[in-house]
């Protein structure tokens, strides 16, 4: 990863979004809950950027209260030396992460930004964005890899006029060693992972996670961050694995209903790694072969009858 030197220049902005408070309608990750300590981020950054910076006020926390993903709240936003950065968990694979990432800056230059300076003949500047998604999921991924909105784009010809790389770091324990080393808070969460992960195999997961915790605490392994958060971080972890599995489970009846449909790999309609594209994308390449009634298209896209016969129509009126 890229060394950032230090700029003492700071960015004009309007305000800073405080994180969330304790009476909320989503759930945290643990992730989230163990990084939304500016500490712990602190020694997240200077970890992943090869930095050295000892004080946490430097990092300006500007994450939206808004994007929620699945009844979770997986992000962190902050701004460190006149950079945005995007910090996001994941446990399932995800190839829209870039656009979902588009968004998310989106909102937050609007936020950041006077939009009457926007019309003045001045450069208006703005914080650099870098994104980041640290994987944990139990599928197999590299230490590193790269998401890229390009990748969405349809007949891309030529090089994209726009484009937003999401760095993808596999945090699983046994991966990025380095990173581990320097960031003994991820390494710990790591391990607590990996434990609960194993004792769900042969128990359940209320007991699982139990277990976790307890012999966690025992062994000084995020001990004062569990003992302090016992209750919450049970239910949070069995809420998280829940919904991997959740997800795992629609990934498999996606990709079950492309095999049922009589394609191979969905190399006809765009069954990428067991997960749709898009699905209005899965129902536009259904409609060009006339071997699917509409009620099956809705069926494998996941859109309703009404939406595709609307989809049918634009679909006509554009090849006219």
């Known amino acids: 990863m890229a ?5 003492h220049n700071k960015v004009s902005r309007n305000s800073a979004v405080n994180m969330p408070a304790t009476n909320r309608n989503y759930k945290d990750t643990i992730f989230r809950m163990l990084f939304s300590d500016r500490k712990n981020l602190l020694s997240l950054y200077n970890a992943v950027n090869q930095s050295n910076y000892n004080n946490p006020d430097d990092l300006e926390i500007v994450t939206l209260e808004n994007a929620i993903y699945m009844g979770m709240k997986n992000d962190l936003a902050f701004i460190m030396d006149t950079n945005l950065y995007l910090y996001e968990h994941q446990s399932t694979y995800n190839p829209n992460m870039p656009l979902r ?4 800056i989106c909102s937050e230059y609007q936020k950041l930004v006077d939009k ?3 019309y003045s003949s001045t450069l208006q500047k703005i914080p650099a964005p870098n994104f980041i998604e640290f994987y944990n ?3 197999a991924a590299p230490d590193c890899a790269e998401l890229r909105l ?3 784009f349809e007949h891309l010809s030529d090089e994209p006029k726009l484009e937003l790389i999401v760095t993808v770091l596999n945090v699983n324990e046994g991966h990025n060693a380095e990173l581990m080393q320097h960031c003994n808070t991820l390494n710990e969460y790591a391990q607590y992972v990996a434990r609960v992960r194993h004792y769900a195999a042969d128990m359940s997961l209320d007991q699982a996670v139990e277990r ?3 012999e966690c605490v025992r062994e000084g392994i995020l001990a004062e961050f569990l003992t302090r958060n016992r209750n919450e971080v049970i239910s949070m972890s069995i809420f998280e694995y829940d919904k991997e599995l959740e997800e795992k489970k629609l990934r498999k009846a996606e990709y079950e209903a492309g095999h049922e449909a009589g394609f ?3 190399e006809k309609y765009g069954i990428e790694r067991g997960t749709f594209l898009n699905s209005i994308e899965t129902a536009r390449r259904m409609l060009k072969f006339q071997e699917f009634s509409l009620e099956k298209i809705a069926a494998i896209s996941g859109l309703s009858l009404d939406e595709i016969k609307k989809l049918q129509t634009n ?3 554009s090849d006219s």
């Open 137 to 139: 999921g139990s599928t």
């Open 150 to 152: 390009s990748s969405a």
């Open 116 to 118: 009457k300076s926007l």
């Open 212 to 214: 976790a915790v307890d």
């Open 3 to 7: 060394k950032h030197k230090r700029n």
């Open 315 to 317: 679909e006509a009126r």
């Open 264 to 266: 191979s790999e969905g």
């Open 101 to 104: 990432d588009l968004f998310y």
